[in-house]
């Protein structure tokens, strides 16, 4: 397992790797954590067919990742990003026909509403992710207003819950009466990142040969 900056570390150490190599996060991705929130999403709702998630917030490696887990668990993603931080066209296209063959929709949007409206989950990310502390200070002014709050919350379903795969920034995208309100679920995301990892490593390893 590896947490590498760029994607293609982690591409290569899969080309030459005799083992499988297991993506911990980069720029482009971050599947070990979308698994264990959408293992959230289906502990606290069940099935998650038919729910929808609402991510705000840069298009990043998590964006990325939900896109391509919802169609996997049956549930609609809507992202809404600032203009200039939309996810990776070549991501979202892939996504699209992903859920297209699903029977799901990944939306794309600049407007928090249209990706809040009716959400079963929403979720965050931080403005500005690890390797881009440099744009830290100009991400706070793009992303300023970007802050899912009471105001947001109020816009998704009334039984909806938030995530967050942390660390959090409280009071930039996050507001502290969201992400310590009952509707957020951040404290037991964080611990099935432990049983989502050993639910990977298990996968992995059970038909392996011994050498
Ligand atoms: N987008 C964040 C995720 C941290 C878990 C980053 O890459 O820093």
């Excluded at 066209?89 to 029977?103: E, K, L, S």
Aim: charged share 25%.
């Amino acid at each position: 397992m590896a947490r590498t900056f760029a994607h293609k570390t982690i591409t290569d150490l899969a080309e030459y790797a005799p083992c499988p190599v297991i993506n911990g996060l980069t720029d482009l991705s971050h599947p070990c954590q979308v698994m264990t929130d959408y293992f959230t999403a289906w502990e606290k709702f069940g099935d998650l067919k038919g729910r929808k998630l609402a991510y705000i917030g840069d298009g990043n490696n998590m964006a990325h990742s939900l896109m391509f887990g919802a169609p996997k668990v049956g549930m609609d993603i809507a992202v809404a990003t600032p203009g200039g931080y939309a996810p990776d066209p070549y991501i979202v296209a892939q996504a699209q026909n992903d859920a297209a063959a699903a029977g799901t929709k990944v939306i794309v949007t600049t407007s928090i509403e249209e990706a809040v409206r009716d959400a079963d989950v929403v979720e965050t990310d931080v403005w500005a992710s690890m390797g881009q502390e440099d744009e830290a200070e100009k991400r706070r002014n793009d992303f300023a207003g970007w802050i899912v709050d009471d105001r947001v919350m109020a816009m998704a379903k009334e039984k909806s819950i938030f995530m967050h795969c942390l660390p959090a920034h409280r009071g930039e995208e996050v507001a502290t009466s969201v992400i310590d309100s009952a509707r957020s679920v951040i404290y037991d995301e964080a611990e099935n990142r432990l049983h989502v990892q050993k639910a990977i490593l298990y996968v992995l390893m059970k038909d392996r040969k011994k050498h």
